[in-house]
């Protein structure tokens, strides 16, 4: 199973409607995909996918079950929770233990993906789910505005740091669709997430434009990739993207692994016959 992490540098940039998406994406491409909504104080996936009213979770054999739609199988913060209303009062510890739960006591069967959405920022929750997940790639959500790519830079140099492989960058609300002509209006600006992309030289998935299609599905609890739309379409060539670049990583660093497991057995060959004409010297005096 591999582990997908989609964060934000800041909240309100959409993060968690991209990571909905992207798990639904990766189901109607045929991979068994699960989405583990980490987000412990503002879980947004429940009403994203129309769950929520969803209280409470079945058990079995002491493994809590992910509720499936349509193929995904789903787990949210928001389940546990005696109504919607209900304010998530933790300290630290708490929460580190409710990520363990989730990430190590939920059964999720044979799975390809997990997409795991993130709380905004780099703080403590953040750095106990990298820590425990050890996901094999990040995501990371901006929109065009200087403010929001200020606090994508520390999202990206966090990941850095934990050794999480950045496998891109989208840029959400990337102008508005015109409904007219179709042409796009850069209500927010635009190009400021391919930009910094390259500044910091990781992958550059894509744009996603302001849809009313978009926002409609959010509001009806379905994921916009499967209506028949222009940000649908743009949307799955996001995931082609972000699947490439991790294949891409994967091999990166697979055969730097293999040049780095050939160097130390050269090493300790040269070691061995280092310590063998020792002792032959030895012998002979």
Known sequence: MKKIVVMSGKGG??????????????SKKGYRTGLLDCDIHGPSIPKLLGLEDVRGVDSKEG??????????????MG??????????VWRGPVKHKFIQEALQNVDWGELDYLVIDLPPGTGDEVI????????????????PQSVALEDVRKAVNFS??????????????????????????????????????????VPFAGSIPLDTTIFRSGEDG???????SPSA?????????????????????????EKLEKESKEKEK???????EKKEEEDEK
């Open 160 to 201: 850095i740091h934990v050794g999480v492989p950045v496998i891109g960058v989208i840029e959400n609300m990337s102008g508005m669709l015109c409904p007219h002509c179709g042409k796009p209006i850069e209500v927010f600006g635009a190009g400021g997430g391919k930009k910094l992309a390259e500044e910091m030289a």
């Open 233 to 257: 379409e743009i949307f799955e060539k996001i995931v082609d993207e972000l699947l490439e670049n991790m294949k891409a990583i994967e091999e990166e660093l697979k055969k730097i692994k």
């Open 13 to 26: 940039v959409g993060k968690s409607t991209v990571a909905a998406n992207l798990a639904f994406t990766l």
């Open 128 to 143: 106990s789910i990298v820590q425990v997940a050890k996901p094999e790639g990040a995501v990371i959500v901006t929109t």
């Open 79 to 88: 389940f546990m929770l005696p109504s919607r209303d209900t304010p998530v």
């Open 270 to 276: 040269a070691k061995g016959e280092k310590e063998e």
């Open 222 to 228: 379905k994921p916009f990739v499967r209506t028949d």
């Open 63 to 76: 493994k809590l079950k992910p509720v499936e739609v349509d193929g995904v199988k789903v787990f949210s």
